[in-house]
């Protein structure tokens, strides 16, 4: 089984500039996650999708920050301008939710750094 | 507020080596512990959920524990592929559902 896919694997941008992450989840998974882990941190969420909807985003710089999950699979998380300080390494997570806690997979991540 | 500590920051061992990292957290009630390993340049990497005070699970080398304060991953004659950063994390309760995680052991096994 194929697990969560992300690209691209790295980005070099300069500030200012726009960047896009794109991530497909595991087949058959309804929760999808965005995290960030800076260096030598753990991750930290940023916003979680059931299905399309986007449940909690409360984490999510929203004045610079989008992302979407059209048709409840692939997403995308946006950043518009980037600054400096939003270099970090971005994991999307997916899980197949039920009523219980469900185990989160992670993909490889998106190494970004801004200049 | 919900909070994960994770001891030793890094830990260097011989191969052969026993010993334990330390994960301890504050959270009015536990919906799960995780135990994830991250390797230079991946994702983490799931080892284990663990849900109630006493239970243990084991995988090779690896074996999780919880109490109601803290887990411990305990690693028995480690060997140098065991080399990685080992995360601990907890699931929180209500609405906002989102694993919040400690800042790793990082952890060398030399040959």
């Known amino acids: 089984e194929a697990g969560v896919v992300q690209s691209p694997r790295y980005k070099i941008i300069e500030k200012k500039q726009p960047v896009a992450f794109w991530c497909n989840p595991i087949?058959?998974?309804?929760?999808l996650y965005w995290y960030r882990q800076n260096l030598g941190q753990g991750p930290e969420l940023l916003i979680r999708?059931?299905?399309?909807?986007?449940?909690?985003d409360s984490q999510l710089p929203k004045d610079r920050f989008s992302a979407e999950r059209l048709k409840g699979v692939d997403s995308t998380l946006k950043i518009q301008p980037a600054e400096l300080g939003d270099s970090a390494v971005y994991l999307c997570a997916s899980s197949f939710r039920t009523s219980g806690s469900e185990t989160q997979y992670f993909g490889p991540g998106t190494r970004l750094l801004v200049l | 507020e919900d909070q994960v500590t994770q001891s030793p920051e890094a830990l260097r061992l011989q191969e052969g080596e026993s010993s334990s990292l330390n994960c301890s957290y504050t959270?009015?009630?536990?919906?799960?512990l995780f135990w994830y390993r991250q390797d230079p340049g991946k994702g983490p990497e799931f080892l284990f959920t663990l849900y109630s005070a006493g239970e243990e699970k084991e995988k090779e080398r690896l074996k999780a524990t919880l109490t109601k304060k803290e887990s411990f991953l305990h690693i028995t004659a480690p060997k140098p592929e065991d080399s990685a950063t080992y995360l601990c994390a907890h699931l929180t309760q209500g609405g906002s559902e989102k694993l919040v995680f400690g800042k790793g052991t990082k952890l060398t096994v030399n040959p």
């Open positions: 087949s058959g998974h309804n929760t």
């Open positions: 959270v009015s009630g536990l919906r799960g």
């Open positions: 999708y059931e299905n399309e909807e986007a449940v909690d």
